[in-house]
């Protein structure tokens, strides 16, 4: 027995301050990014920032005394190599929360999330489905679903213009077409009329069809999903050409500065939903402390990205929900997460967003900026808009 206890007591003053706490299992947060592949700018921009709230943290102490780990791989942007590496990093170091690449992803390991891994999960998605605790109680996202963004935009134009004429122009994927049902259930409730729905790929530069066919509508708004800066920079630029007076909208993707820079001088033509504060908004507590961070640590870097503001938010959260989990009997179990997590309600965030209240696995609640040409910056022209 003396032998046993001297080398347990070895063991712990080996590995100094957070002994105890990896024979306990310390936080761990595992994540697949998309460093390469259409997304690699998020990827790159979101990994940054679970490495700085992490960094930050265990700065502060970590949770209540135990040092947070951060693993991460490639997941390319493909469905079969982000899975594998999911199920690699959770072989490896059995992490309590994970964070996914994508859509397709999310929804491809939902039912296993449910099922086998039981872990507190979120991604670069902001699918409907990841936002539903009955049918999947270990995922959620840091924003309000697409079909929410889409209802904070339906919600402006509703106010704007009643009853206007709007099409849906989407991406051929699942990122473009998973709000397009929801989208059309809000509009109608909300007395607007969709008039169009337009298809395109990614970086589709010939657009003259589906241009026509919206003047032909007599389109009012078109709201845009499943993109990032292509095809949207081409229909605004050609709609002037052709002659389709719409206003051009999107969803939390495509409303960043890149889109913006694409546009010039027309970047006033395009108004978007976004979740987040913006890194320019410099009276924002929260911006304040990003902007220290970043030119102390990164004095090259002169912009995070809302890639960069999702990850740190869903970070933040994360930090979170293992402070309240650490405090109940089990710890870091599964469902001690998931009920930490739930459990969080008017969390200050610091203006990143609106204090933070957590409902039904999302955070139902948006801003819609409008470009400036003059800045390249996007501009708030609404007040938070909710979505409960």
């Given at each position: ?9 070895s ?20 994540a ?16 940054a920032?679970m ?14 005394g ?5 693993y ?21 170091y ?31 998605t ?8 009955k049918?999947n ?15 904070v ?5 509703a ?10 122009f ?32 990614v ?10 066919d919206?003047k032909?509508?007599?389109v ?9 800066s ?11 050409d052709?002659?389709?007076n ?5 969803t ?5 500065k890149?889109?913006?820079k ?5 970047a006033?033509e ?28 990164f ?7 809302q890639?960069y503001?999702?990850n ?7 930090v ?16 001690n997460?998931v009920q ?13 967003m ?17 470009g400036?040409?003059?800045?390249m ?6 007040d ?5």
């Amino acid at each position: 027995m003396k032998k046993i206890s001297f080398c347990i007591l070895s063991l712990i003053l080996f590995l100094g301050p957070f002994g105890i706490a990896i024979a306990q299992q310390l936080p761990t947060i595992a994540a697949v990014h998309p460093f390469t592949g259409p997304f690699a700018f998020a990827g790159i921009e979101g990994s940054a920032a679970m490495q700085d709230v992490v960094d930050m943290a265990n700065e502060a102490g970590g949770v209540n005394g135990k040092k947070i780990l951060y693993y991460w791989s490639d997941g390319e942007y493909k469905n079969d190599v982000g899975i594998a590496a999911f199920k690699r990093l959770y072989a490896q170091y059995t992490p309590q929360v994970m964070f996914g690449q994508s859509t397709g992803m999310t929804k491809a390991l939902g039912p296993e999330i449910k099922s086998r891994y039981k872990v507190l999960y979120s991604a670069y998605t902001m699918t409907s489905e990841a936002a539903n605790p009955k049918e999947n109680p270990y995922l959620f996202i840091a924003a309000p679903t697409y079909a929410e963004q889409f209802g904070v935009l339906l919600k402006y134009i509703a106010k704007e213009k009643p009853g206007a004429n709007i099409a849906f122009f989407y991406g051929d994927s699942e990122f473009g077409r998973e709000p397009i049902p929801a989208g059309r259930e809000m509009a109608k409730k909300m007395g607007l009329n969709v008039v169009a729905e337009e298809v395109s790929q990614v970086g589709g530069v010939d657009l003259t069809t589906q241009i026509l066919d919206m003047k032909a509508k007599k389109v009012d708004y078109c709201i845009f999903q499943g993109f990032v800066s292509n095809p949207i920079a081409t229909v605004i630029k050609q709609s002037k050409d052709y002659g389709l007076n719409a206003k051009f909208m999107g969803t939390f993707w495509s409303t960043e500065k890149q889109l913006i820079k694409e546009l010039g001088p027309l970047a006033g033509e395009y108004v978007g939903v976004s979740a987040y504060s913006f890194f320019y908004q410099d009276d924002l507590p929260m911006m304040k402390k990003i902007k220290e961070w970043t030119k102390k640590k990164f004095p090259t870097i002169e912009y995070r990205s809302q890639a960069y503001m999702q990850n740190f938010l869903t970070t933040l959260l994360f930090v979170e929900s293992f402070k309240r989990a650490d405090k109940m009997k089990g710890g870091f179990t599964p469902d001690n997460m998931v009920q930490a997590f739930q459990s969080i309600k008017n969390y200050d965030v610091g203006g990143l967003m609106p204090p933070v209240t957590i409902k039904d696995n999302s955070i139902p609640v948006g801003r819609v900026y409008r470009g400036n040409a003059r800045t390249m910056q996007l501009d708030p022209i609404s007040d938070w808009i909710r979505m409960d």
